[in-house]
Protein backbone atom coordinates (compact mmCIF):
# COMPACT_ATOMS: atom_id res chain seq x y z
CA UNK A 1 0.00 0.00 0.00
CA UNK A 2 2.95 2.41 0.73
CA UNK A 3 5.96 2.35 -1.34
CA UNK A 4 8.98 4.01 0.14
CA UNK A 5 12.46 4.99 -1.67
CA UNK A 6 15.28 6.90 -0.22
CA UNK A 7 17.85 9.05 -2.02
CA UNK A 8 20.75 11.46 -0.66
CA UNK A 9 23.35 8.59 0.28
CA UNK A 10 26.91 9.00 -0.56
CA UNK A 11 30.32 9.45 0.46
CA UNK A 12 31.42 12.21 2.75
CA UNK A 13 34.19 13.31 5.12
CA UNK A 14 34.18 13.13 8.87
CA UNK A 15 32.50 16.17 10.45
CA UNK A 16 30.23 16.54 7.24
CA UNK A 17 26.69 16.84 6.53
CA UNK A 18 24.10 14.27 4.51
CA UNK A 19 20.53 15.04 3.99
CA UNK A 20 18.47 11.32 3.38
CA UNK A 21 14.98 11.66 1.86
CA UNK A 22 12.43 9.08 1.83
CA UNK A 23 9.55 9.58 -0.72
CA UNK A 24 6.60 7.58 0.01
CA UNK A 25 4.09 6.98 -2.62
CA UNK A 26 0.27 6.47 -1.21
CA UNK A 27 -3.21 7.60 -0.81
CA UNK A 28 -2.78 8.95 2.73
CA UNK A 29 0.72 9.54 3.86
CA UNK A 30 -0.39 11.85 6.65
CA UNK A 31 -2.01 9.12 8.69
CA UNK A 32 1.68 7.11 8.72
CA UNK A 33 4.38 7.23 11.20
CA UNK A 34 8.19 7.42 9.75
CA UNK A 35 10.96 5.77 11.27
CA UNK A 36 14.99 5.61 10.22
CA UNK A 37 17.10 2.45 10.41
CA UNK A 38 20.65 1.85 9.81
CA UNK A 39 22.27 -1.25 9.32
CA UNK A 40 26.31 -1.36 9.37
CA UNK A 41 28.69 -4.00 8.21
CA UNK A 42 29.14 -6.98 10.51
CA UNK A 43 26.01 -5.47 13.45
CA UNK A 44 22.84 -5.78 13.95
CA UNK A 45 19.70 -3.23 12.67
CA UNK A 46 19.65 -0.14 14.37
CA UNK A 47 17.19 2.12 14.94
CA UNK A 48 17.96 5.82 14.37
CA UNK A 49 14.84 8.41 14.66
CA UNK A 50 11.13 8.40 14.43
CA UNK A 51 8.11 11.28 13.79
CA UNK A 52 4.23 11.14 14.43
CA UNK A 53 2.10 12.20 12.76
CA UNK A 54 3.57 15.67 13.13
CA UNK A 55 7.50 17.38 13.58
CA UNK A 56 6.07 17.63 17.27
CA UNK A 57 6.35 14.04 17.99
CA UNK A 58 10.19 12.41 17.31
CA UNK A 59 12.17 9.91 19.00
CA UNK A 60 16.13 9.45 18.89
CA UNK A 61 17.91 6.70 19.79
CA UNK A 62 21.11 8.08 22.32
CA UNK A 63 23.86 7.38 19.47
CA UNK A 64 22.53 10.17 17.09
CA UNK A 65 20.96 12.55 19.48
CA UNK A 66 21.90 16.46 18.89
CA UNK A 67 23.25 15.43 16.26
CA UNK A 68 20.76 14.29 13.68
CA UNK A 69 17.18 15.29 12.48
CA UNK A 70 13.96 13.77 11.24
CA UNK A 71 11.49 15.73 9.66
CA UNK A 72 8.49 14.83 7.48
CA UNK A 73 6.81 17.40 5.00
CA UNK A 74 3.39 16.46 4.31
CA UNK A 75 2.83 18.25 1.41
CA UNK A 76 5.67 16.75 -0.18
CA UNK A 77 5.10 13.34 0.94
CA UNK A 78 8.55 12.73 2.18
CA UNK A 79 10.50 11.99 5.37
CA UNK A 80 13.55 14.08 5.91
CA UNK A 81 16.81 12.58 7.77
CA UNK A 82 19.31 15.72 8.58
CA UNK A 83 22.54 14.23 9.73
CA UNK A 84 25.04 16.69 11.16
CA UNK A 85 29.17 15.93 12.67
CA UNK A 86 28.91 12.93 10.47
CA UNK A 87 31.55 10.23 12.22
CA UNK A 88 32.90 7.18 10.24
CA UNK A 89 30.35 5.04 12.86
CA UNK A 90 27.51 6.65 11.08
CA UNK A 91 28.44 4.43 7.87
CA UNK A 92 25.73 1.87 7.39
CA UNK A 93 22.58 1.02 5.18
CA UNK A 94 19.62 3.17 6.19
CA UNK A 95 16.20 2.37 5.59
CA UNK A 96 12.87 3.86 5.80
CA UNK A 97 9.95 2.57 7.07
CA UNK A 98 6.70 3.61 7.81
CA UNK A 99 3.56 2.32 9.94
CA UNK A 100 0.48 3.45 11.64
CA UNK A 101 0.64 3.56 14.83
CA UNK A 102 4.04 5.42 16.08
CA UNK A 103 4.65 2.75 18.69
CA UNK A 104 5.27 0.04 16.04
CA UNK A 105 7.40 2.43 14.09
CA UNK A 106 10.34 2.56 16.73
CA UNK A 107 10.38 -1.00 16.54
CA UNK A 108 10.28 -1.62 12.43
CA UNK A 109 7.61 -0.46 10.47
CA UNK A 110 5.36 -2.26 8.37
CA UNK A 111 6.87 -1.09 4.88
CA UNK A 112 9.91 -0.76 3.76
CA UNK A 113 12.79 0.93 1.71
CA UNK A 114 15.04 -0.69 -0.29
CA UNK A 115 18.05 1.77 1.62
CA UNK A 116 20.40 4.30 0.63
CA UNK A 117 24.41 4.33 1.33
CA UNK A 118 26.11 6.27 3.92
CA UNK A 119 29.92 6.45 4.08
CA UNK A 120 31.84 8.62 6.24
CA UNK A 121 35.67 8.70 6.01
CA UNK A 122 38.14 9.80 7.61
Known amino acids: QVQLVESGGGLVQAGGSLRLSCAASGRTFCTYSFSWFRQAPGKEREFVAA????????YYSDSIKGRFTISRDNAKNTVYLQMNSLKPEDTAVYYC???????????????WGQGTQVTVSS
Open 51 to 58: VGWSNDNT
Open 97 to 111: TAAVRFGAVKGGGDY
